[in-house]
């Protein structure tokens, strides 16, 4: 399995082959103290390769990375959980998963 910094070497060599590393914006690496508040609000353990990818580069603030979609920091990982968290509260995920089996069936 390639270490976090070889999949970073990759990723920016192919980024700087295409003309397009700067555009990417890559934050800098998050500290050790920033994963563990990251792992204390979610609830779980990150996996090693992911807490050592995001202690390379933090997210990114250009255009997206990943299929067009932007590498969230960590500041973004947990805006976005407590979105998600907050409409489970509120009960819209069944009302989602409700509407979307319906629409399945065609109805």
């Known amino acids: 399995m390639q270490s976090a910094n070889e999949i970073w070497v990759s990723i920016k060599a192919s980024l700087f082959e295409k003309n397009c ?4 914006q890559l934050r800098p690496g ?3 103290s920033e994963l563990i508040g990251l792992e204390t609000k979610l609830g779980v353990v ?3 390769l992911l807490k050592q990818m995001l202690m390379i580069h933090d997210g990114q603030d ?12 960590i500041a973004e ?7 998600w968290r907050e409409i489970e509260a509120d009960g819209m995920n069944e009302d989602c ?4 089996g319906l629409a399945l069936l065609g109805w």
């Open 21 to 24: 590393l700067d555009e990417m």
């Open 30 to 32: 998050a500290s050790e």
């Open 46 to 48: 990150l996996p090693d």
């Open 62 to 73: 250009g255009l997206g990375l990943l299929f067009g979609n932007q590498m969230l920091s």
């Open 77 to 83: 990982i947990q805006r976005h959980w407590q979105g």
């Open 97 to 100: 998963a409700e509407f979307m």
